[in-house]
């Protein structure tokens, strides 16, 4: 130990430094054999501190150790000399992962032999300044010097930094003089501009059908190109942690051929359940990282367990992409490779790399099941068994296929095969024996030649098996990119305890309005322009998030106060009489579709005699702040042109007021009141559904939180319905989820319980609150 700290400390490493490199095995072990490759050519002694500082950056940066002789061989032979060319050298090798390595493209990538001489660093400065001279002669010191160094270095790209900004700093000088002590004043900040206090801040919206996050970046240009800094098709080989075989090059090489080098996705779900907001991120990033980059993505049934699927689900699921506005290239299941797989399972087998295995499945549980007994049984005999198992001649449970590997959390050898006496909605009897997702995944991803197969956090511990599997076979290889799940409060997603939630008739099925499945959404009303927007904002993130729903909501706002027409319905009416007018007046009163743009049309409502107006917008003893009507306080009929003013309060038996006699005047000719109420006359009755939270806390599924269990936790007051509200006739041809805004009510979305008789609207989502409005 004492040996090789004084040898880390003689090429130029600080003590600290130096122990704190030995604390790590493998890049003390590495450091070790460089210094050594480089003393063979000039001696124990000959490494000084700027060959000892290449080194040390050398072997801390480079992936495949294979290489640490090359390139330690190139630094002793002054070959690579600078931070630049040690760079370029890495990333060479990176991207020529097999040997040889062609010396004469390695020199030429890296610089080597490159003399730049101080009169070339002198003149390309010369020219850049020349270049913006004029804006330097007026900015002066705060002129943008970096700028200046930067095309400098584009242009001389071996050239020494240092040198280029000592020359930089001696060229200004001689323009500019010395500072003065303007050039040394601070600079002033900006003033931000101030919102004015009655201008609302415009949220995130859908800019030419690109959605925009809240960095005012769209999801596709999030997506674009490198934003992402994924791996061009063709070069998986750069990815950290891909494993390169001898045949991964000729491999690459196929696939190439067979894609034209185009971007290839799928989004792959499980036919067994209904897809919920998080698979909305997942359609997203899929599609959407296709479809930003010229790409194509598939839409792959994960169809390999035929005793939970039902067609239902394979409909809803198509359904629920498309609806989000994705095509999907090509829609492929599982099931379409069962042969492919069966036949590649046997050359696993051949291979040694696979076996057939009898433990129970209570054993193989949890992560330290106990090896199994037949893991060395001989390849042919587990040919044998493998075929029986395809036969039927085991029963479910006493035999399966099980792949020789550890999987990255401790796992070992995972199950390929099971067998299942269970018939596939697709192949019928045809099979009983079926692959895992472990198994069918990378395999699938492989046949299709996906290119990014990407998925969320949680399969980053399959990402080794991923790999170890093609690789195994001698297939080619995708690359798994994993990015982070998206989880919002107050709900569950999990198959499971939706189903619990159904059947304990807690909520009427997956399409539930008080759901966070796709479904529900729908049915709600959420617009796909705003789930889309929603993810687009919470952005494409490597770490899980957790978001509270309204932020949802307010994407959802965002769009339909743009799309959503206008009509005025009264939840809780209270019949009003205007007595100035005679019983058969009528009239048509105008309303805009949308009062911010008059352009995008309108439509008509009638006015009569008999109005009716929300139980709320009416006080009989009068309360600071009130500005709706009472005794001494008319009110405006929105879009009427006229004020009412009351006469006569009319009561039942009980004392509620029922009734009002008011009478009313043109707003030209009254003083002008204080609020506009909205109201209706000759209103179609219909049913409406206030929906709430569902769950009472933030995390219902949480012990510390709801210790008795989710069940526990159901918010009693999650729906509301009120069977006798009133709507105006302009909503009499709406169809299924069409959306409206029920002014100064809140969003609303026609639901598939409708009839012609009689109406049935959800509320979407309340309108923005105003905490200024009593």
């Known amino acids: ?105 390695f020199e030429e990538a890296c610089g080597v032999g490159i003399v730049i001489t101080p009169e070339q660093i002198e003149d390309a400065v010369e020219l850049v300044i020349k270049k ?60 931000k501009a101030k919102v004015a206090e009655n201008e609302v801040k415009k949220e995130d919206v859908a800019v030419n059908g690109e959605l925009m996050s809240g960095e005012g970046k769209s999801l596709i240009e999030q997506l674009r190109g490198e934003a992402l800094k994924f791996h061009k098709p063709g070069e998986n080989y750069n990815t950290e942690g891909y ?24 989004f792959p779900p499980e036919p067994n359940g209904i897809l919920h907001i998080g698979h909305a991120k997942a359609i997203n ?25 039902e067609e239902k689900y394979f409909t809803a699921i198509k359904d629920m992409v498309e609806w989000l506005g994705y095509k999907p290239y090509a829609v492929t299941h599982a099931s379409d490779n069962f042969q492919k797989l069966y036949e590649l399972a046997v050359d696993l087998i051949r291979r040694g790399h696979a076996y057939v295995c009898h433990q129970k499945g209570e054993e193989l549980k949890g992560h330290n099941a106990p090896p199994s007994p037949w893991r060395d049984r001989p390849i042919e005999e587990s040919l044998v068994l493998f075929e029986r198992m395809k036969k039927g001649l085991f029963a479910e449970g006493e035999a399966t296929l099980r792949m020789k590997m550890v999987m990255e959390d401790g796992k070992m050898d995972p199950v390929a095969y099971r067998i299942k006496y269970t018939p596939h909605h697709r192949t019928g009897d045809e099979w009983c024996i079926y692959p895992t997702y472990d198994y069918t995944h990378c395999l699938c991803d492989s046949i299709e030649n996906i290119t ?9 511990s399959r990402r080794s098996s991923y790999y170890w599997l093609c690789n195994a076979l001698d297939v080619y290889c995708p690359v798994q990119w994993e990015y982070g799940r998206l989880n919002l409060t107050y709900t569950v997603v999990s198959k499971r305890k939706i189903i619990k939630l159904v059947e304990t008739g807690t909520v009427r099925d997956w399409d539930d309005p008080r759901l966070f499945t796709l479904t529900a959404l729908r049915r709600r009303g959420f617009p796909p322009e705003a789930i889309n927007n929603f993810c ?47 019983e ?110 569902l769950f009472l806390h933030k995390h219902p599924e949480d012990p510390s939180e709801v210790p008795n269990g989710f069940l526990s936790d159901i918010n009693p007051n999650s729906l509301q319905v009120i069977s006798g509200a009133l709507v105006d006739t302009s909503v009499r041809g709406a169809k299924v989820f069409d959306r409206f805004q029920f002014e100064r009510v809140g969003f609303f979305s026609l639901d598939p319980d409708s009839t012609t008789d009689k109406l049935i609207f959800n509320r979407t989502v309340t309108l923005k609150e105003d905490p200024g409005k009593i």
């Open 1 to 105: 130990m004492a040996d090789t700290l004084t040898l880390f400390t003689t090429i130029g490493l600080s003590e600290l430094k130096a122990k704190e490199t030995l604390k790590n095995e493998a890049l003390s072990s590495a450091l070790k054999d460089a210094i050594t490759q480089v003393q063979r050519v000039h001696g124990v002694s000959g490494v000084d501190k700027g060959m000892g500082t290449l080194l040390y950056s050398m072997v801390s940066r480079l992936k495949d150790t294979k290489r640490l002789a090359f390139l330690s061989d190139s630094i002793a032979q002054h070959k690579i000399c600078t931070e630049l060319q040690l760079t370029a050298a890495l990333d060479f090798v990176k991207s020529h992962p097999q040997d040889p390595i062609n010396q004469n493209e």
């Open 132 to 191: 913006h001279k004029e804006q330097l002669l007026k900015e002066r010191y705060r002129f943008n010097m970096g700028l200046l160094m930067g095309e400098a270095r584009s242009a001389l790209k071996w050239a020494d930094g240092k040198v280029i900004k000592n020359e930089v700093d001696m060229q200004v000088l001689h323009l500019l003089g010395p500072k003065t002590e303007a050039d040394l004043e601070k600079k002033p900040k900006p003033q």
């Open 243 to 266: 494993v390169v075989t001898p045949n991964t090059m000729s491999l690459l090489k196929k696939h190439l051929e067979t894609t034209g080098g185009q971007i290839r996705t799928r």
């Open 285 to 309: 990033f899929n599609f959407g990282y296709a479809k930003a980059n010229n790409g194509i993505c598939f839409l792959r049934y994960d169809d390999t367990n035929p005793e939970k699927e």
């Open 452 to 460: 990014h197969s990407l998925c969320t956090k949680e399969f980053q």
């Open 536 to 582: 687009g904002r919470v952005g494409v993130t490597v770490s899980q998030t957790t978001t509270e729903p309204h932020l949802l909501e307010s994407c959802v706002r965002d769009v339909l106060n743009d799309t959503a027409p206008r009509a005025m319905a009264v939840l809780e009416p209270l019949k009003v009489t205007i007595t100035n007018l005679p």
């Open 584 to 693: 058969d007046s009528w009239s048509d009163v105008r309303v805009p579709d949308f009062p911010a743009d008059e352009t995008k049309g309108s439509h008509t409502v009638p006015f009569t005699n008999m109005i009716f107006i929300e139980q709320s917008d009416f006080r009989e003893v009068m309360e600071k702040g009130y500005k709706r009507l009472t005794p001494e306080q008319p009110v405006g009929l929105r879009h009427a042109g006229c004020v009412i003013s009351l006469q006569k309060v009319i009561k039942d038996a009980q004392g509620k007021v029922v009734e009002l006699e008011v009478t009313c005047c043109r707003s030209e000719k009254a003083e002008k009141p204080k609020a506009f109420i909205h109201w209706v006359s000759q209103p179609l009755v219909c049913e409406v559904r206030l929906y709430e939270r």
